[in-house]
Nanobody, 117 residues
């Protein structure tokens, strides 16, 4: 069974940094999209950063220049380096991926990021 597992959330002070990880596991033969979304209390879920199928990156305007999405040699894993964190970055962060050409993308369980002022 395919699943996404996030890690790396936590509590950090304003200006601090966190690194989130998302690992896709299970029987995977195609992974065409992988990205990060977030949802703050009372707000809609929004895109933070993503790798598209052409391996280009896409960032929300609110995080561009502060957050970096990346991959390394670990298969099916994506990271989100978050620097210069602000209180408005507080949210549950979710990993999202298009796997095995399924019409519905997969979601992780979410990891809480809290930025205190």
């Amino acid at each position: 069974q395919v699943q996404l597992v996030e890690s790396g959330g936590g509590l950090v002070q304003v200006g601090g940094s966190l690194r989130l990880s998302c690992a896709a596991s299970g029987r995977i033969f195609s992974l065409t999209y992988m990205g990060w979304y977030r949802q703050a209390p009372g707000k809609q879920r929004e895109l933070v950063a993503a790798f598209t199928s052409s391996s280009t990156t896409n960032y929300a305007d609110s995080v561009r220049g502060r957050f970096t999405i990346s991959r390394d040699n670990t298969p099916n894993t994506v990271y989100l380096q978050m620097n210069s964190l602000k209180p408005e970055d507080t949210a549950v962060y979710y990993c999202n991926a298009q796997i095995n050409r399924q019409p519905t993308p997969y979601w992780g369980q979410g990891t809480q990021v809290t930025v205190s002022s």
